[in-house]
């Protein structure tokens, strides 16, 4: 077994040309992992993960699991790894990191939590609630737009089914990689 460091040309053409990877989020309401399997790409900075529209489901994609997870509690992993039947090409790559939305929210979580929050009947409360939502709200659309276009361009399938307005964004604080040394297998 070989530890292989980050800036690995090898490790970042397989993370590159992954089509799948596993997301993990911490289950808010029991404490427990919550992993699910997603499509992503990767800017050079940060990880970018689709919330598409789902075709069973008529629901808000700020229901999901995966982003009312993310809201409660920001930390995330994502595994990307890739198995054969020739074990020397084994390896993964997991990120740890921080989980956060991007995009177009239609409100619903966080009217929620400021209707959750003690107003005291001060209106001017809501509205900095407001103000502060707004101002970061033109920075998380052009990362929106930047992580779709990269979404189309590795995913054309979603020329066709089309991209929701809402992305998780995940940037690293530890990465972790490992490939099957040649010399193990024989």
């Known amino acids: 077994m070989v530890v292989v460091d980050n800036s690995n040309k ?14 993990a989020t911490i289950d808010f309401e029991e404490a427990k992992p919550h992993i699910v399997p997603v499509v992503f790409v990767f800017d050079g900075i940060s990880y970018y993960i689709p919330i ?13 699991r995966r982003v009312r997870n993310i809201q409660e509690n920001p930390n995330v992993a994502l595994l990307i790894d890739e198995y054969s039947e020739d074990w020397s090409k084994l390896f993964f790559v997991m990120i740890q990191g921080k989980g ?19 107003l005291d ?26 992580a779709q276009s990269l979404l189309l361009e590795k995913y054309p399938q979603y020329q066709k089914i089309g991209l929701g307005q809402l992305c ?19």
Do not use: C
């Open 10 to 23: 090898y490790i970042q053409a397989l993370v590159t040309d992954a089509r799948v990877a596993r997301l």
């Open 168 to 186: 998780i964004m995940i940037y690293p604080e530890k990465i972790f990689t490992w490939k099957m040394s040649s010399g193990q297998v024989g």
């Open 121 to 146: 009947g001060k209106p001017e409360q809501l509205h900095s609630h407001r103000q502060e939502r707004d101002s970061s709200s033109s920075k998380s659309q052009y990362m929106l737009k930047n």
């Open 52 to 64: 598409d529209k789902k075709p069973k489901r008529d629901n808000d994609p700020e229901r999901l």
């Open 100 to 118: 956060s939305l991007i995009g177009k929210f239609s409100g619903y979580n966080y009217l929620k939590k400021v209707r959750s929050t003690e």
